[in-house]
């Protein structure tokens, strides 16, 4: 079994994740990750000689649909929402400096 998982180890951990943790809650934590690193640990006792590795847990087929060309949206329609247009393009505020 791995070692016990300690009070330091919550805080460096919530250190590292930035997060602030009272006393309370890195005691209610460090019982808490305990209890699932133990989980995990627990896994490793199951006999996996027989089982062959694989990439997914339930056999995945292509679920992408066909790449078929489509008639585009008219330019009209494309630009009947916007807020400014000149017929053409959508028209935006300028957010660079012109160089």
Do not use: C, W
């Amino acid at each position: 079994m791995a070692a016990q998982l300690t009070p330091a180890d919550v805080l460096k951990v919530a250190k590292l994740a930035r997060l602030k943790l009272s006393d309370a809650e890195v005691g209610d934590y460090t019982a808490k990750l305990g209890g699932i690193l133990a989980y995990v640990d627990s896994l490793g006792e199951v006999n996996t000689d027989e089982i062959e590795p694989m990439v997914h847990a339930v056999e995945l087929s292509n679920v992408f649909r066909t790449d078929e060309a489509t008639p585009s949206l008219p330019r009209e329609a494309a630009l009947s929402n916007a807020p400014k247009t000149d017929g053409q393009f959508f028209l935006v505020p300028q957010i660079l400096d012109a160089e």
